[in-house]
């Protein structure tokens, strides 16, 4: 019988071998040689991304895929920071280890707290003070300003509720809505952009920490409601060839008698 821990850690010494022979500076892949941490980062966002499509597709069967080429992003900076005389890979399976048991306690520790209602409480206070030992006091130190824009503003929002900066209920977030709604109309006249993008640039903050009062993640909601119309605009498209008309030559009237038609449809 098989050891399945034996036959990841070969694996996984097989990946840093391979890793490492890209890398070799008379021997490897001369695309891989060049590559740094900052040319390295778009993929390991792209990948992450693919990780989450399969994930929200149930596509169980690509899934393993794409985390093998996320762990291999994982592999990739490790090695140029081994290079670099930074830290190995073994340091950064260390410091995820440590981190997690550090943040479970009722898990590991001996005098365990099973309380499930404060575990979160305990795992942000525990993230605050790993924040504070480096240095980082700030309430919103270390959210990163590469996340996607309606993530960040989640968890910026959720570090400010932490500390009692936030609204009692959805129901205040929807009038703060409305306000923003007023403000970027008295700004339509004029058009600027710059005000224009501040505006709107708030709107969608605003709805950000609509979809967080309501539990829900705002980056979902809008991938739901872009594969929503993609899927409706695509079958308006159809149903309207389908008549011998094209859709460059409709005026949006007749367009928009299709989308209803499909809506219709949709809805049974």
Same mark, same amino acid.
């Given at each position: 019988?098989?050891?399945?821990?034996?036959?990841?850690?070969?694996?996984?010494?097989?990946?840093?071998?391979?890793?490492?022979?890209?890398?070799?500076?008379?021997?490897?892949?001369?695309?891989?040689?060049?590559?740094?941490? =900052?040319?390295?980062?778009?993929?390991?966002?792209?990948?992450?991304?693919?990780?989450?499509?399969?994930?929200?597709?149930?596509?169980?069967?690509?899934?393993?895929?794409?985390?093998?080429?996320?762990?291999?992003?994982?592999?990739?900076?490790?090695?140029?920071?081994?290079?670099?005389?930074?830290?190995?890979?073994?340091?950064?399976?260390?410091?995820?280890?440590?981190?997690?048991?550090?943040?479970?306690?009722?898990?590991?520790?001996?005098?365990?707290?099973?309380?499930?209602?404060?575990?979160?409480?305990?795992?942000?206070?525990?993230?605050?003070?790993?924040?504070?030992?480096?240095?980082?006091?700030?309430?919103? =130190?270390?959210?990163?300003?590469?996340?996607?824009?309606?993530?960040?503003?989640?968890?910026?929002?959720?570090?400010?509720?932490?500390?009692?900066?936030?609204?009692?209920?959805?129901?205040?977030?929807?009038?703060?809505?409305?306000?923003?709604?007023?403000?970027?109309?008295?700004?339509?006249?004029?058009?600027?952009?710059?005000?224009?993008?501040?505006?709107?640039?708030?709107?969608?903050?605003?709805?950000?920490?609509?979809?967080?009062?309501?539990?829900?993640?705002?980056?979902?909601?809008?991938?739901?409601?872009?594969?929503?119309?993609?899927?409706?605009?695509?079958?308006?498209?159809?149903?309207?060839?389908?008549?011998?008309?094209?859709?460059?030559?409709?005026?949006?009237?007749?367009?928009?008698?299709?989308?209803?038609?499909?809506? =219709?449809?949709?809805?049974?």
């Amino acid at each position: 019988m098989s050891n399945p821990a034996a036959s990841a850690e070969a694996e996984l010494r097989r990946l840093l071998d391979i890793m490492a022979a890209l890398r070799d500076p008379d021997t490897g892949c001369p695309w891989d040689k060049t590559q740094t941490f =900052a040319t390295i980062a778009p993929y390991t966002i792209e990948e992450a991304y693919e990780v989450a499509d399969a994930i929200a597709e149930r596509d169980f069967a690509t899934l393993s895929d794409e985390l093998g080429d996320l762990l291999f992003q994982v592999v990739y900076h490790a090695r140029m920071a081994e290079e670099a005389d930074l830290f190995d890979f073994a340091t950064v399976a260390r410091c995820i280890s440590d981190k997690m048991i550090r943040r479970h306690p009722h898990v590991f520790s001996e005098a365990a707290d099973r309380d499930a209602a404060g575990r979160p409480a305990a795992w942000e206070a525990q993230k605050s003070a790993e924040r504070a030992a480096r240095r980082q006091s700030a309430t919103l =130190a270390g959210v990163p300003a590469v996340l996607p824009a309606l993530t960040r503003a989640v968890k910026l929002t959720s570090r400010a509720a932490a500390v009692g900066f936030d609204w009692n209920d959805a129901g205040q977030v929807l009038l703060k809505l409305d306000e923003e709604v007023q403000e970027l109309r008295a700004e339509l006249p004029d058009a600027d952009p710059a005000r224009l993008t501040d505006e709107v640039g708030d709107m969608l903050f605003v709805l950000a920490n609509l979809a967080r009062k309501l539990k829900l993640d705002p980056e979902a909601c809008l991938r739901h409601a872009n594969d929503k119309f993609s899927r409706r605009f695509t079958a308006m498209e159809q149903i309207l060839e389908a008549q011998g008309q094209a859709l460059a030559e409709l005026s949006l009237g007749q367009m928009e008698a299709g989308w209803q038609q499909v809506k =219709a449809t949709e809805r049974g």
